[in-house]
């Protein structure tokens, strides 16, 4: 034991972990080992002197009045549990041993660790590493947690059954359900990958998990800012972004400089920075938008390349899920506005998080008139209901 502060720092060191936290690590584990030794119902305590260089331990006893019920021996605790009276010190013995103790205080009595056997040492020393483990954990738990959202590279170490790829970043594994990659994707042992992390957790049986995403929107957003100085310097500000994974995606932009073109900017020169990013994503391609305070006019930009004729959003609360947008188009944007598959008017929903109906009306005759088509059928409108459960899907 006289070795012991050595021992503590020079696995602190090894573990990278805070020395306090190894130090109340043993000290948790010594006191578990004597609570199994000797009485689990007894209060014990453990101190680390590191000026003499001893690992003390001890039982404790509070101090009470004479005439205390708990030194019946018939008295319960708070969860209907017998209470020792071998914690307690009538007041009386206590003035015997100290003067200056009063109610409430504590008397200590010392423990020799190496009088319980070569049990107990086992006992300590699985108790302390767990409890270590623990703290290994909480520190990654901690240190990826303020990573999500953000990008980690690694390479791939295995892929199982169910197409899940493991994937080696720094001190842990990473998982990559196959519901996070991209369509068309496929990876090989000793790949190396970009994601984004998605989620980080503690499973009793595996341990940390952390899961990462090609599909997230904030994987989109994390490229960008890789790839364009202004948003990581952040003055280009990404507003939203909605995505269909390997199809398409839409990214609403903005900037209070006023001699700054945010989607020049992001964009690039001749495109080499979108280009890059869209590699990135297996060929995916990327509308930037302007973003708009107003909700009608970031809905018409958000429907580009359609023109649009106007919006009227008919529920209150403007953005969010319980604004409606009526949306009227001349005929020959319709098929602009829909996009292939119904991409385009999806993504512009899950953009501006609102649902989306088109309503056309006719082109200008000769005579430059525009006639609005009244008996138009609900089989010719356009819907966007189906929008925020493909957005859960890649969040």
Same mark, same amino acid.
């Given at each position: 034991m006289d070795k012991i502060i050595d021992i503590l720092d020079s696995i602190a060191y090894e573990k990278g972990l805070k020395i306090e936290d190894v130090e109340q690590a043993l000290k948790e584990a010594l006191i578990k080992t004597a609570e199994k030794m000797v009485d689990p119902t007894l209060n014990f305590d453990a101190h680390i002197d590191r000026e003499n260089k001893k690992l003390e331990l001890f039982q404790k006893l509070e101090v009470v009045e004479n005439d205390d019920e708990r030194l019946s021996g018939n008295s319960l605790d708070e969860y209907n549990n017998l209470i020792n009276p071998e914690n307690f010190i009538t007041i009386d013995e206590a003035k015997d041993i100290d003067s200056d103790l009063e109610i409430g205080d504590s008397v200590n009595y010392d423990l020799e660790f190496? /009088?319980?056997?070569?049990?107990?040492?086992t006992i300590l020393h699985n108790n302390f590493e767990y409890r270590v483990q623990r703290f290994i954990e909480e520190n990654l738990v901690a240190k990826y947690k303020n990573k999500i959202g953000k990008i980690v590279n690694g390479s791939v170490t295995r892929i199982d059954r169910a197409e899940n790829t493991f994937i080696e970043i720094g001190e842990v594994k990473a998982i990559l359900p196959r519901k996070n990659r991209i369509k068309g994707e496929n990876f090989r042992v000793g790949d190396n990958l970009k994601a984004v992390v *998605?989620? @980080? *957790? %503690?499973? *009793?049986?595996?341990?940390? %998990? $952390?899961? $990462?995403?090609?599909?997230? =929107? #904030?994987?989109?957003?994390?490229l960008l800012a890789l790839e364009v100085p202004e948003i990581k310097d952040e003055r280009i500000t990404i507003e939203a972004s909605a995505r269909i994974p390997g199809s398409r995606a839409k990214i609403a932009l903005s900037t209070i400089e006023p001699n700054i073109d945010p989607i020049g900017s992001v964009v690039g020169v #001749?495109?080499?920075? $979108?280009?890059? @990013?869209? #590699?990135?994503? /297996?060929?995916?391609s990327i509308d930037c938008v302007e973003?708009? =305070? @107003? =909700?009608?006019?970031?809905?018409s930009r958000a429907l580009s390349p359609a023109i649009i004729t106007s919006v009227v959003i008919e529920r209150e609360g403007g953005y969010g899920r319980n604004a409606k947008a009526i949306v009227t188009i001349p005929s020959d944007?319709?098929?602009?506005? $829909?996009? *292939?598959?119904?991409?385009n008017i999806r993504l512009a929903s899950m953009l501006t998080k609102t649902d989306i109906e088109l309503k056309e009306i006719e082109p200008k005759n000769t005579l430059g008139s525009t006639f609005a088509s009244d008996d138009t059928d609900l089989e010719n409108q356009e819907k966007t209901t189906d929008t925020k459960d493909l957005e859960a899907l890649f969040k």
């Open positions: 190496e /009088n319980m056997g070569r049990n107990a040492a *998605k989620a @980080v *957790k %503690i499973d *009793k049986s595996l341990g940390l %998990i $952390i899961e $990462i995403s090609r599909t997230s =929107p #904030k994987f989109l957003e994390a #001749k495109g080499v920075r $979108i280009s890059s @990013v869209s #590699k990135e994503l /297996n060929g995916e973003y708009s =305070p @107003v =909700p009608e006019m970031f809905l944007q319709k098929s602009k506005a $829909i996009g *292939k598959a119904g991409l």
